[in-house]
């Protein structure tokens, strides 16, 4: 389902801040495969989101979709392809409007626009449907304002939208980094009740190694712009943190794992 090959990205090349952020990378993904992506700041984790999601140009490799060469397309011809819920709850959704509005700008998008009623009976029948499975009441207030919700409420409605439409590839980029612990086990909750249900191929980047290892059904670890650890199956079941850390010191060469990763 998606395919990446040996692809480089390099910033600021040629002067003293050059930064080799991705360093001939190569990842596959099969159809429905779940994968958790862990690693410490520099690691080149988002960069490689924004390499799929074409919000970052690569220097080298190619990258494909469903068989699609999609390297040089720009960031909104890829969009038919990619769901993406960003770090900031305040991202992906319009305050203004309510949260069926929302609902109904997700479902429409990238379909043909013309004199249509707001919004039919039917539809608020889905939106109702899919509401529920975030367990937040939601469904019961979908008249409400966007802008009236907490921050993981808004994340949950944002993670709703991107998947309405079933997106070839799920990307999650931290997408619980900036709720509260509570809040963010109901919005993991619900993502995967969501992706198993409607078996998205996804990459979910977390900060938390036990989320990394409870979630999903494989696990990579980024190093210094490339994959160091990939783990699945039965292993990855059975996988315990220290586990995880000392696989990462054994194929890294390097002992450098962040407090945040540690204690979280």
């Known amino acids: 389902m998606l395919k990446i090959e040996n692809i480089t990205k390099v910033f600021n090349p040629g002067t003293v801040n050059e930064n080799v952020a991705l360093n001939r990378l190569s990842l596959h993904l099969k159809p429905g495969?779940?994968?958790t992506v862990i690693g410490g700041n520099g690691a080149g984790k988002s960069t490689m989101l924004n390499c799929v999601s074409g919000a970052l140009r690569v220097d080298e490799g190619r990258i494909l979709i469903d068989g699609v060469n999609v390297t040089g397309l720009p960031e909104h011809k890829r969009a038919k392809y990619i769901g993406r819920v960003f770090q900031d709850?305040?991202?992906g959704t319009a305050a203004t409007m309510q949260i069926e509005e929302n609902l109904a700008l997700a479902l429409r998008?990238?379909?043909r626009r013309g004199l249509l009623p707001g919004i039919t009976r039917r539809e608020r029948e889905i939106y109702r449907e899919k509401l529920k499975i975030l367990d937040l009441g939601l469904e019961d207030r979908m008249s409400a304002k966007v802008g009236l919700l907490s921050g993981g409420q808004r994340q949950a409605l944002t993670l709703l939208m991107a998947t309405l439409q079933k997106p070839k590839?799920?990307?999650l980029d931290e997408h619980t980094a900036a709720l509260d612990?509570?809040?963010a086990a109901k919005v993991l909750d619900?993502?995967?009740r969501i992706i198993q249900q409607d078996e998205l191929t996804?990459?979910?980047i977390t900060h938390n190694m036990r989320d990394a290892i409870r979630y999903g059904n494989r696990l990579i670890m980024m190093y210094a712009g490339r994959i160091v650890v990939d783990v699945s199956g039965e292993e990855k079941k059975h996988l315990t943190v220290e586990q995880l850390l000392e696989?990462?010191?054994?194929t890294s060469g390097s002992n450098e794992v962040s407090d945040k990763l540690i204690l979280s």
Do not use: V
Not at 247 to 250: E, K, P, V
């Open 190 to 192: 619900a993502t995967e």
């Open 33 to 35: 495969e779940f994968i």
């Open 202 to 204: 996804t990459l979910m």
């Open 181 to 183: 612990p509570k809040t």
């Open 89 to 91: 709850p305040m991202m």
């Open 169 to 171: 590839l799920l990307l």
């Open 109 to 111: 998008r990238g379909g």
């Open 247 to 250: 696989l990462f010191s054994r």
